[in-house]
């Protein structure tokens, strides 16, 4: 959007460099007058984007305690419509209060809390005295600022300043205090995507204005959506170096911006990787949990193959001390029994030691092996070594039968 020049305003009231400074009261009743009366030919329109940059270039060479004078006086003489002009003083007061730099926001919020009531409201109300707390310091203060820039939106007026505003508040709210830190009444909509749709307004309604690109890419930034916030932020600069200015154009702050976006987007990377560091870490957790669950199952494994081993190897150390005392014994058997045929003078005493020597080991093999070792369960073999010493017995008995000469013993 354009600004539409009004020949007779800027003939009666500003010069080629700009404004021409003022402090008679006359001269600023007069001004409004003649604003107000391009208003009602609706060559202005109030609160719109040239009404706002008449009064704006008005005000800033104004002395604002001639302002503050006329808006505090209980009258005020005029043939305007009083609530006009009353109006158009808070409008200049607002605007001489933060230009060229700011008063401290004590004074700001001060003049809003003394002058709101008594200014007529109109729609665009609540977007001027945003202006004011945007300079606050404490989370309250950008709240009250941040919806009042919310209502102004909803006015229907020409002026993309008015969406500007409230999308940029947005953004310093965040920076300053993080957006979802305050209890804005906006329904469910969400802020981000509001900004988002306000800034692109802005933008669609001027796209010659710097400082809306420049708004419009500090949202993007506030989406994370760096590469459209980087795009837009260059389109600021390069508008306002195009600018015809008296000095150098100033793009310091746009490229502050720009280098804000930068450091989002190296913050952004670094989360990037971190993310996907946290997934590998993810990775080798499961599979180290996997891995785990095969080494407790080998190691129960080898713990029951070692058991087993365990046993195969005391069974069959037992099989062998078993095998050598009996094939010992079978050999005491056939070298005792040859000596014994040697010595005894008679074929039946010599049967008798010999049944008496065969009954005497099997009952000594049958208790050595009862003291042996074995994890053999069941009956099988307390019966086998039973029987082993039962046949002894039984050999020893009949020994003592058959020999004549033990008889008597």
Do not use: C
């Not at 004590?106 to 202006?131: A, G, I, M, Q, W």
């Not at 509001?194 to 506030?222: C, F, H, I, M, N």
């Not at 095969?294 to 005391?314: C, F, M, R, T, W």
Request: no cysteine.
């Amino acid at each position: 959007m354009s600004l539409r020049p009004i020949q007779q305003l800027e003939d009666d009231y500003f010069d080629d460099f700009g404004v021409v400074a003022r402090d008679n009261p006359d001269d600023i009743i007069e001004f409004l007058e003649d604003i107000y009366e391009h208003v009602e030919q609706g060559t202005l329109q109030e609160g719109g984007y040239e009404y706002e940059d008449y009064l704006t270039r008005f005000a800033s060479d104004t002395f604002w305690h001639t302002i503050d004078d006329l808006l505090s006086a209980d009258s005020i003489e005029t043939d305007a419509d009083p609530d006009d002009i009353r109006f158009g003083l808070f409008v200049l007061m607002a605007k001489r209060s933060i230009l060229p730099n700011p008063s401290d926001f004590n004074t700001l919020s001060e003049l809003d809390e003394e002058y709101r009531d008594s200014v007529p409201d109109r729609p665009t109300k609540p977007y001027f005295r945003s202006l004011l707390y945007r300079y606050g310091y404490e989370r309250e203060h950008r709240q009250t600022g941040l919806q009042l820039a919310h209502e102004a939106v909803d006015a229907q007026i020409e002026n993309p300043s008015i969406y500007d505003n409230f999308a940029a508040q947005i953004v310093e709210v965040d920076e300053q205090f993080g957006i979802e830190s305050l209890d804005l009444d906006i329904g469910d909509s969400d802020v981000s995507e509001l900004a988002l749709e306000y800034a692109e307004k802005a933008v669609r309604q001027d796209s010659t204005e710097a400082e809306y690109y420049a708004t419009l890419g500090r949202v993007y930034s506030l989406r994370g959506e760096l590469d459209e916030a980087e795009r837009n932020v260059q389109r600021a600069i390069e508008l306002r170096l195009d600018e015809e200015t008296q000095g150098q154009p100033n793009t310091a702050s746009f490229r502050s911006i720009l280098r804000t976006i930068k450091s989002k987007r190296q913050i952004q990377k670094i989360e990037s990787q971190y993310e996907e560091a946290q997934d590998q870490l993810e990775e080798i957790s499961e599979k180290h949990d996997s891995l785990e669950k095969q080494y407790e199952s080998l190691d129960g494994k080898y713990d029951s193959i070692e058991s087993k081993l365990e046993d195969a190897v005391e069974k069959y150390r037992t099989q062998t001390l078993q095998f050598i005392g009996f094939f010992t014994a079978l050999l005491a058997v056939v070298v005792t029994s040859v000596q014994v045929t040697e010595i005894t003078s008679s074929v039946s005493e010599a049967r008798s030691l010999i049944i008496t020597l065969i009954g005497g080991i099997l009952v000594s093999f049958g208790g050595f092996s009862l003291m042996l070792p074995d994890k053999e369960s069941g009956y099988s073999r307390p019966v086998r070594i039973g029987g082993i010493i039962l046949i002894g017995t039984l050999l020893l008995l009949a020994s003592i039968v058959d020999v004549p000469y033990l008889s008597g013993i």
